[in-house]
Structure formats: structure tokens, C-alpha cells
């Protein structure tokens, strides 16, 4: 089982509607998550974490954490064309930072 | 500025070559990461070191061996590269246990390698 879980997509959505992302973590000990988008050829760029239950937002984007469910979602609304990219959901415990596969999101005009 | 600088941004090389990457973090943080992203995308963490200290080393082949002189470098040299070692490697930095509380982890640009 992957520890971390993403759909890999690609997700596409019309141009100023709200992406979903969805995110299931497998290790109870996760203490806090993160969402990184990455453009083709480029490094992971953090675009916000979150490490309470409930929503955080900041900007067009809004993340969300249950850990009774194991899973973080980051929603993006208005999405513009800019926002393509593959968006990569981490937890981090153990020291360490674990990424799923990353979900592949597509905004079109 | 850039924060977390790698060279060289290509490398292109032979099977069975000895090559470095070099990585640098003027963010004045204390950990440092190497991570492997395959063809695939995924993002997998080969080692971590806090203040020169290894911390953490994920089953990577003893062929991969981190050298870290300063809190602010971290090199990766590998031996003997095999097709297999083709990926991006990727260079990172946060403050002392990066991830918890939400430090977040700040990378550096790549070094996509590939093995001829």
C-alpha cells in the first residue's frame, strides 16, 4: 500500500471553476501536509501546508485536513490556465517527507 | 538570490562513470535533503542530514554515498551509475525538522542525469 495517495489524473477543468485535489495518507503519525505544485521541468514549489483538522486558506487556495479520514484535499478556485501544473501532496512524519504520485491538473480556456 | 542552487543542471554520462552533484543553501538552515523524482514523477527521499549529520538514508545502494562539509552544502556522489540511475535529482532545505509544525522543505532547481 502507498503511504501516501493521489489520483494521478489528469484532471482537466474549464477556466475559472474550483479544482479539487485529493489527498489519502496511510500513517496515523503524519503531523502535518503539504501541497507543492511543480510545472514540467521545474522543482516542487510550495504552495501551503496544514497541520490542524479543518480548512486553511490563503489566496484562491483552500486546504483541508480530516485526519479521522486520512485525507487532505486542496481546492483551487477561479482556476486560471497558470494553475496547470502536477500538483504533489506530502505528509510528513518520521523525519521524513512522503509524496504520492501527484495528480495532474489541466485548467482549460 | 536563489536560495537552493545545484550544479550541474545536466548531466549526461556513461554507464559504469563515477559523477558528483553539488548543492548549496544560503538559507541558513539546518537540514538538508537529497531526493529522487523518476520518470514517473515520484518524488522519493534518498537522505537527510541535520547540521553534517546523517539522519536519514532510505535503502539507497551503497553506490550513492552524501557528503555534507557545512550545514550550508550537501553533495551526492554516485559510483559506477547504472540506466536505472536516470532521474532528477533534486536538492532541499528547511529549518530543524523540516515538515513538523509546517517548516516546509525548499528546493533547488534539479539535476535531471541521464545514463547513456
Known amino acids: 500500500q502507498k503511504e501516501v495517495e493521489q489520483n494521478s489524473g489528469p484532471l482537466s477543468v474549464p477556466e475559472g471553476a474550483i479544482a479539487s485535489l485529493n489527498c489519502t495518507y496511510s500513517d496515523r503519525g503524519s503531523q502535518s501536509f503539504f501541497w507543492y505544485r511543480q510545472y514540467s521541468g521545474k522543482s516542487p514549489e510550495l504552495i501551503m501546508f496544514i497541520y490542524s483538522n479543518g480548512d486553511k486558506e490563503d489566496g484562491r487556495f483552500t486546504a483541508q485536513l480530516n485526519k479521522a479520514s486520512q485525507y487532505v484535499s486542496l481546492l483551487i478556485r477561479d482556476s486560471q490556465p497558470s494553475d496547470s501544473a502536477t500538483y504533489l501532496c506530502?505528509?510528513?512524519?518520521?523525519?521524513?517527507?512522503?509524496f504520492g504520485q501527484g495528480t495532474r491538473l489541466t485548467i482549460n480556456p | 538570490d536563489t536560495a537552493v542552487s545545484q550544479t550541474p543542471k545536466y548531466l549526461v554520462t556513461q554507464m559504469g562513470n563515477d559523477k558528483s552533484i553539488k548543492c548549496e543553501q544560503n538559507l541558513g538552515h539546518d537540514t538538508m535533503y537529497w531526493y529522487k523524482q523518476d520518470s514517473k514523477k515520484f518524488l522519493k527521499i534518498m537522505f537527510s542530514y541535520n547540521n553534517k549529520e546523517l539522519i536519514i538514508n532510505e535503502t539507497v545502494p551503497n553506490r550513492f554515498s552524501p557528503k555534507s562539509p557545512d550545514k550550508a552544502h550537501l553533495n551526492l556522489h554516485i559510483n559506477s551509475l547504472e540506466l536505472g540511475d536516470s532521474a532528477v535529482y533534486f536538492c532541499a532545505s528547511s529549518p530543524l525538522g523540516g515538515g513538523g509544525a509546517g517548516q516546509p522543505q525548499h528546493f533547488g532547481d534539479g539535476t535531471r542525469l541521464s545514463i547513456l
Open positions: 506530502a505528509a510528513y512524519g518520521a523525519q521524513k517527507l512522503v
